[in-house]
C-alpha cells in the first residue's frame, strides 16, 4: 500500500468521522485534499460533491457532480446525484437528461424515479410527475419515500383520505422518519384543514383532473309523475372529519338538497357565522372531532335542528381493531354518548344500525347511502384487460379481512390461470400476493371520492371479505350498493347490516364458500351478467333524486317538531 493510499483513507475517515459530527466545514477540507490525491475517484468526487451540497455551495457541488458522473457514465447513482445537483441549481433540462440516463442504465433505480417525479411536479408536469409515483408504489409497494411524496400530491388537492393511507403505510415501514410522522399528524382528522407543502399545486392538480374527466351532465329534477315535495327550502349545513367515507356518505345528500334548491354547505371546518347562516347543521362522526363536538354544542345551545350520521357503531368494534384506538377511545365514546343525546335525530344507513343504536339516542332514522348517475364515472367503460380480474378496496387497517379469504384467492389463482387479482388503497395487503406474477396483479392506489367508481371499473368482481369478529361493527351497505351502481357482481361476508341487500352478488361464511363461488363467476359469464343487471336495477333506488327526497322528508318531520 503506498503513502498515497494511506493518506486518501485517512482523509477519508477524517471526513466521514466529521460528517457524522455534523462539521460538514472540517469534512469539506478533508475531502478537498482527497480529491488532490485522487483526481480521477468517482467516489472521492462524489463525497466532496455531498459536502458542497451540506454548506449551501451548489454550483461548486454541481461541478463536482458533472465530474463523477464523467468518471462513472454508467453508474447510475453517479447519474441520479448529477439530476439532483442540476436541479437544486435551477437546470431542470439538465436534470430530467441526468435522471432518464440514471433510469436507463436501472429502471428501477427509486431515487431516480423519486427525484424525476418531483421535478416533472415543480415543472407542472403534473400527469407524468403523479404517473411515475403511483407506477413506483404499484411496482414496489414498500418505497416508503414514494409513498409519501405521493400522498404529499393527494394531499395538496385536499383529498386527506388518500393521503392519509399513503402516509400511515409509510410510517408503518419507517416509524422513526419524523417527516413521515409529521404528514400524517397534518392529515389527522382533527385538524379542519391539510398543510399544502406547495401552495398552488392544488389548482395545477385540479386542472389536470378536470381535462381528464368524461363531460358530465346536471342532477336533472325529479320526473313530472314524481310526488310533489312540501319543501320548506331550509338552509342545511353538513360537517365531516375529513375521512373520505364522509365526502362519499354526505356529498350526494348535500347536493341533492341544493338541487331542491335548499342553501347548503358541505365542509369539515366549521365557522362561527353558520350558527346565524343555517337552519339544521348534520354532524357526521362528530365524537372523532373535538372541533366538531364543540360546534355541536353550540347549535344545540343556539336552538339549531342537530342531526348526528353514524355510519358504524363503534362499541361493537373488535378489541384487536387496528383503528380501535381512534375509533372507541374512552374519550371518542363518552363524546359519541353526548352527541347522540343531543341530537334531534340520529341518521344511519341501514335498519340493522338504526336498531344498534335506538336505544341511545332520542330518534333513528334510516338514510340509505347513494350515488349520483350525474358523475359520469359510474358508466364509463373501464380499461381493456386480459382474464378476469377479481378486486378488492381497503385502507392498511382492513388488511385482516382480506387475510381471510387469502388461502381460498391463492387456491383460485393456481387453479384459474385466467383469474387476475387487484387491490385498491392498501399497499400492505398487494404484499401478501407477492408470489403471484406482476402480470396477474395490479395494485391501485386509493383516488379521490369522485374519481372512485371508475377505480372499480377495473374489476370484473368485487371481493368484499370481512373477518367474523368485526361482522357485527359494520354498519352501511354501502359497498354492495356501490358494486350495483357500476355493475359489479360481488361475493360478500354475510355482515348483518349487508344481508338485507337483495341482490347482485353472493355471501360466502367459509373458505370452501368463498373458492366455489368465485370459481362459479369465473367461470360463467352469463352469471356475472345476471348478477350486474340485477345490482344495477337494486341501485337504482339509491340515486341521488331518491336519498334528497328521503332527506327532505326527514328534514320537514324534525323541523315540524
Not at 423 to 445: C, H, M, N, W
Request: charged fraction near 25%; hydrophobic fraction near 45%.
Amino acid at each position: 500500500m503506498t503513502t498515497a493510499t494511506l493518506d486518501l483513507n485517512d482523509l477519508l475517515a477524517r471526513a466521514d468521522a466529521f460528517a457524522g459530527a455534523g462539521d460538514w466545514t472540517a469534512a469539506q477540507l478533508q475531502l478537498a485534499r482527497a480529491r488532490i490525491i485522487a483526481p480521477h475517484d468517482a467516489g472521492v468526487a462524489t463525497g466532496h460533491g455531498i459536502s458542497l451540497l451540506r454548506l449551501g455551495r451548489l454550483p461548486d457541488a454541481l461541478t463536482e457532480f458533472q465530474h463523477a458522473a464523467r468518471l462513472a457514465p454508467d453508474n447510475p447513482e453517479a447519474l441520479n446525484n448529477l439530476g439532483f445537483a442540476s436541479a437544486l441549481n435551477g437546470q431542470a433540462q439538465a436534470a430530467e437528461t441526468a435522471f432518464m440516463a440514471a433510469l436507463d442504465r436501472d429502471p428501477e433505480h427509486g431515487a431516480a424515479i423519486r427525484n424525476l417525479a418531483q421535478l416533472y411536479l415543480d415543472l407542472d408536469r403534473l400527469q407524468e410527475g403523479v404517473g411515475l409515483l403511483v407506477s413506483r408504489v404499484r411496482s414496489v409497494p414498500d418505497d416508503a419515500d414514494a409513498l409519501h411524496l405521493l400522498g404529499t400530491c393527494y394531499e395538496e388537492v385536499d383529498d386527506v383520505e388518500s393521503a392519509r393511507a399513503l402516509f400511515r403505510q409509510a410510517v408503518v415501514l419507517r416509524p422513526e422518519e419524523v417527516e413521515f410522522q409529521t404528514a400524517l399528524a397534518r392529515v389527522s382528522p382533527a385538524r379542519p384543514e391539510a398543510v399544502l407543502a406547495r401552495p398552488g399545486l392544488s389548482d395545477k392538480l385540479s386542472r389536470l383532473k378536470a381535462a381528464a374527466q368524461p363531460v358530465q351532465t346536471m342532477a336533472q329534477p325529479a320526473a313530472s309523475g314524481a310526488p310533489a315535495l312540501q319543501t320548506k327550502t331550509a338552509a342545511v349545513a353538513f360537517y365531516g372529519t375529513g375521512e373520505q367515507s364522509d365526502a362519499t356518505r354526505l356529498a350526494v345528500p348535500a347536493n341533492a338538497l341544493a338541487d331542491l334548491r335548499h342553501r347548503v354547505k358541505l365542509t369539515r371546518t366549521p365557522d362561527a357565522k353558520d350558527l346565524k347562516d343555517f337552519d339544521v347543521m348534520v354532524f357526521s362522526r362528530p365524537h372523532l372531532s373535538p372541533e366538531l363536538m364543540h360546534h355541536l354544542k353550540q347549535a344545540r345551545a343556539a336552538g339549531k335542528v342537530v342531526i348526528v350520521d353514524m355510519e358504524s357503531d363503534p362499541r361493537g368494534l373488535a378489541v384487536d381493531h387496528p383503528r380501535r384506538a381512534y375509533l372507541a377511545s374512552a374519550e371518542a365514546l363518552a363524546n359519541l354518548d353526548l352527541a347522540l343525546s343531543e341530537a334531534d335525530l340520529v341518521t344511519v344507513p341501514t335498519e340493522y344500525l338504526a336498531a344498534a343504536l335506538q336505544t341511545r339516542c332520542r330518534r333513528v332514522s334510516v338514510a340509505p347511502s347513494g350515488w349520483s348517475p350525474a358523475n359520469a364515472w359510474w358508466t364509463k367503460p373501464g380499461p381493456a384487460h386480459d382474464g378476469v380480474v377479481l378486486g378488492w378496496v381497503g385502507d392498511p387497517s382492513q388488511d385482516r379481512d382480506l387475510l381471510e379469504i387469502a388461502p381460498a384467492l391463492h387456491q383460485v389463482l393456481h387453479t384459474r390461470p385466467e383469474a387476475r387479482i387487484a387491490i385498491a388503497g392498501s399497499p400492505s395487503a398487494y404484499q401478501a400476493f407477492d408470489d403471484v406474477t406482476e402480470a396477474r396483479k395490479l395494485f391501485l392506489p386509493m383516488v379521490a371520492a369522485d374519481d372512485f367508481p371508475f377505480l372499480l371499473a377495473h374489476f370484473d368482481v368485487l371481493l368484499a371479505p370481512v373477518r367474523e369478529r368485526c361482522l357485527a361493527s359494520l354498519g352501511s351497505d354501502q359497498r354492495l350498493m356501490e358494486a350495483g351502481a357500476r355493475g359489479l357482481p360481488w361475493v360478500a361476508s354475510p355482515a348483518p347490516a349487508w344481508t338485507t341487500w337483495p341482490g347482485g352478488g353472493e355471501f360466502c361464511a367459509t373458505e370452501s364458500d368463498w373458492v366455489s363461488q368465485i370459481e362459479r363467476l369465473i367461470d360463467d359469464a352469463a352469471l356475472r351478467d345476471r348478477l350486474q343487471q340485477a345490482g344495477r336495477a337494486i341501485a337504482r333506488s339509491r340515486s341521488a333524486d331518491m336519498i334528497g327526497t328521503r332527506w327532505q322528508q326527514m328534514i320537514d318531520d324534525v323541523m315540524a317538531r
